[in-house]
């Protein structure tokens, strides 16, 4: 049996770190087959493995520095920190106390929650253009909205412009009943979904009809000079090379731009290039442009979001080396036949 205690100071963190009914000190004991007891002051780590041990106590005392510095403890919070770990790089734990970008309209305070999400919002405040790119529940789209209101409020910017390409996700709507608005709201429904936690539905309605935000499909961008604007260009993966192309140079003066997508999710005609994926390669190396990739370890959905989409990688993966496998495997002959065909 191997045994590691640890001192602390505040028994106030020791509240925060264990959550409520222990939540977070059982999921450390459920990662590392430890047992972790609480004596007053002390914390006592124990386990029949010394390297499960030694992992426990650094996730615990990496909490134990989030905590002091004022950062709530969640299950969330806590698995990220065991992954960080595991990983070896449990140093950057420390760097997860991040300044607030936004406040939502009921007081909650938005702050990146990951070292991938933090280096996204990096790369907004530091660039002109910034392209983020990654899968499912990353929250490459809430926290860009946030940017751009934190830039309002600030009267950094004057308009707030979201567009994203009106594409089906895979299954045809057909007509749509009422006018353009109408038409196109069902596109448009996860920026809105946003906008309302960070302004309230009135503040935002009120803006609306002001013309400080603007919510429209990417194909009303054409023939545009924005100035003044934080614009947010969502789900970019489902637009053409052209469409990126020509929403690229709208660009105006103080202005800014974020270009968000998940290159796994494509759901253009056969046929037809990412927009998105042309423009990693081709904007590569330009000053003034980030490119910034969040993996499933950045996602801050449910947990279960992040193994379905861990599951998918390794599936298309296990795929794309079949299909590998058989080319190399089929006989020159074998090609030659195919080609005369």
């Known amino acids: 049996m191997h045994e590691r205690t640890l001192t602390v100071e505040r ?25 972790i007891i609480n004596r007053e002051t002390e914390l006592k780590i124990s386990g029949d493995d010394a390297e499960a041990v030694a992992r426990a106590e650094r996730v615990l005392l990496g909490l134990f520095t989030l905590s002091s510095r004022g950062e709530p403890i969640s299950t969330q919070n806590v698995r990220y920190c065991i992954s960080l770990v595991n990983e070896g790089n449990d140093r950057q734990i420390a760097e997860l106390a991040s300044d607030v970008v936004c406040v939502t309209a009921k007081g909650r305070p938005v702050k990146g929650k990951t070292i991938g999400q933090k280096k996204y919002l990096e790369a907004i405040q530091n660039n002109l253009v910034t392209i983020g790119v990654g899968p499912a529940g ?12 934190a830039a309002f409020r600030e009267k950094k910017i004057n308009r707030i412009i979201l567009t994203r390409p009106a594409v089906e996700a895979g299954e045809k709507l057909g007509f749509l009943p009422g006018d353009l608005q109408n038409k196109v709201d069902p596109y448009l429904r996860p920026l809105y979904d946003a906008l309302f936690d960070m302004l309230g539905a009135e503040t935002y309605q009120k803006y609306l009809e ?65 927009g998105l994926k042309d423009a990693q390669k081709i904007l590569e190396g330009i000053d003034g442009i980030a490119q910034i990739t969040l993996t499933s370890a950045d996602v801050v959905r449910h947990e279960l979001v992040q193994k379905i989409i861990d599951a998918y990688d390794k599936y298309n993966a296990a795929r794309a080396a079949a299909a590998a496998k058989e080319q190399a495997n089929q006989s020159p002959r074998q090609t030659f036949r195919r080609f005369q065909k």
């Open 210 to 274: 002001r013309g400080n935000i603007e919510v429209a499909p990417l194909a009303f961008m054409r023939g545009r000079t924005l100035d003044d604007s934080f614009i947010i260009l969502d789900e970019a993966q489902n637009t053409t090379a052209e469409q990126m192309k020509m929403f690229l140079t709208r660009i105006g003066f103080n202005s800014k731009v974020v270009v968000n997508g998940d290159i796994t999710q494509i759901d253009l005609p056969v046929g037809k290039r990412s």
């Open 11 to 35: 028994m106030e963190n020791v509240v925060d770190v264990f959550g409520s009914f222990d939540e977070n000190i059982k999921l450390i004991e459920q990662a590392y087959a430890v047992r």
């Open 138 to 149: 990353t929250g490459k789209t809430y926290l860009a909205v946030a940017c751009a209101v």
